[in-house]
C-alpha cells in the first residue's frame, strides 16, 4: 500500500483504539498490537515529514474527559511517556540524555497499568483528585478516589501539595470483580486498567468503593516548593507525607545497571499483585529534567520500557490469550 494511505489509514485505526480504550473501557486489540501500529506510524511520519500533523495520534495525548463529572485544568499539564522496546533503544535514550547532562542518574521504577491521577491538598487537607484527561483538563474524581483506603485525607504539610501516580486494581480484585460479572452474566473486564478506570467513572461512588482499587504515587508536582532536587528525593518526600510509594526502584548511572533491574524485575512480574506492563527511566535531577524539558506529548528526560507480549493462563477461562 502508499505510504502515505498508510498513514491515514493508521491515524484513523488508532484513534478509533483509543476511543475504545480511554471512552469505551473496552478495547477490541491488545497493548502490543496498539503500540505495534503506533511504531509503524511514527516510522512513517518519521519519513514523510510533508504528512506531519499536530492532529496524529503520535503528536497528542489520546485521553478522554467524560461528561457528568466537574471538569478541573491541570496546574501543569499531565504528560504520557515516550516509548523503548529493547536495549538498544534504551541505550539510544541515556546517550541522548548524556548529550546534554554529564554523569546523569537514573531513577527506574515499575510501570503501573492503570490510570494517571493527581492528589491536591490544602491546610494539610486533601481537597480534589483529578484524572489525566487529555494532559490539560481532567475529572474530578474526589469521591470515588476518597473510597481508596492507602490515599491519605490529611497530610502533615501546611503548604499546598500536588502528587500524581497511579490509580490501579490489584489483580485479587480484579479476579473477584470478574468473577462476580461472571456469575451475574455481565460482560467481563478486558484487564485490570480497564476494570480500574470504569470503576473510577462511576458516578455512585459505593461501586468504586466495592472495586477495592489501590495506587502508587511517583511525582511530586511542586517539588521545587520544598527544596525537593532530585526524584528519589521527591520519592522519599511522599514516603514522609504516608503517601504509598513504591520501594522497588533503583537508582542506575548506566544502560547496563538499568538494563539488569529491569530483567530483574521482570522476572518476579508475574508474581507482583498488581500488574506491571513495562519500566520508567527518569533523569533523577529535578534541575536537568526542566533544561531538557517536554515535547506536546512526553518529557524528554524520561521513557516508558514496554516489556515484550507474553503467553498467560487466564483462571476464569482456561484459554491462553496474549498480554
Ligand atoms: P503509557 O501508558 O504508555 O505511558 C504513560 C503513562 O504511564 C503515564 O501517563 C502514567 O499514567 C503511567 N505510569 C505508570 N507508572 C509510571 C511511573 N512510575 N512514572 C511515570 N508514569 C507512570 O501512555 P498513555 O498515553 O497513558 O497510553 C498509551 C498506551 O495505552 C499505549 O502504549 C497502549 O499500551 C495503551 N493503549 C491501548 C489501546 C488498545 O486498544 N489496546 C488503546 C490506546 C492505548
Known amino acids: 500500500m502508499n505510504e502515505v494511505k498508510r498513514i491515514e489509514e493508521l491515524r484513523k485505526l488508532l484513534e478509533q483504539y483509543a476511543i475504545e480504550y ?50 478541573v485544568s491541570h496546574a ?9 522496546f529493547n536495549r538498544e533503544e534504551i541505550q539510544d535514550f541515556v546517550l541522548r540524555i548524556q548529550e546534554s547532562v554529564s554523569n546523569p ?8 497499568d492503570g490510570l494517571a491521577m493527581a492528589l491536591l491538598y490544602e491546610n494539610g487537607r486533601f481537597v480534589r483528585a483529578v484524572t489525566r484527561g487529555d494532559g490539560f483538563v481532567g475529572e474530578d474524581v474526589s469521591n470515588n478516589i476518597r473510597t481508596i483506603g492507602s490515599i491519605p485525607m490529611y497530610i502533615d504539610q501546611l503548604d499546598p501539595v500536588e502528587v500524581r501516580g497511579e490509580v490501579y486494581m490489584p489483580k485479587k480484585s480484579f479476579e473477584e470483580l470478574n468473577q462476580k460479572q461472571a456469575e451475574q452474566g455481565k460482560p467481563l473486564f478486558a484487564n485490570p486498567r480497564n476494570a480500574a478506570a470504569g470503576s473510577i467513572r462511576q458516578l455512585d461512588s459505593s461501586i468504586c468503593a466495592q472495586r477495592k482499587l489501590d495506587a502508587y504515587w511517583y511525582y511530586f508536582q511542586n517539588a521545587s516548593d520544598f527544596g525537593i532536587q532530585t526524584q528519589e528525593e521527591a520519592l522519599e518526600a511522599m514516603e514522609k507525607l504516608h503517601f504509598r510509594v513504591n520501594p522497588m526502584r533503583r537508582v542506575c548511572r548506566t544502560t547496563e545497571q538499568i538494563w539488569d533491574f529491569i530483567q530483574e524485575i521482570q522476572k518476579i512480574r508475574n508474581t507482583l499483585p498488581y500488574e506491571i506492563d513495562g519500566m520508567v527511566i527518569k533523569l533523577n535531577s529535578l534541575a536537568d529534567q526542566q533544561v531538557l524539558g517536554s515535547t506536546a506529548k512526553a518529557p524528554r528526560y524520561a521513557t516508558a520500557y514496554k516489556f515484550p507480549a507474553e503467553e498467560v493462563q487466564t483462571r476464569l477461562k482456561d484459554i491462553t490469550i496474549t498480554v
Do not use: T, W
Open 76 to 84: 501543569s499539564q499531565m504528560l504520557s511517556l515516550g516509548n523503548v
Open 22 to 71: 480511554y471512552v469505551k473501557d473496552a478495547p477490541s486489540v491488545s497493548d502490543q498490537e496498539y503500540d505495534r501500529l503506533m511504531q509503524e506510524l511514527i516510522a512513517l511520519e518519521n519519513k514523510h515529514p510533508e504528512m506531519k500533523d499536530p492532529n496524529s495520534p503520535s503528536q497528542r495525548i489520546i485521553g478522554a474527559v467524560l461528561e457528568g463529572f466537574e471538569k
Open 105 to 112: 542518574e537514573f531513577v527506574v521504577e515499575c510501570k503501573y
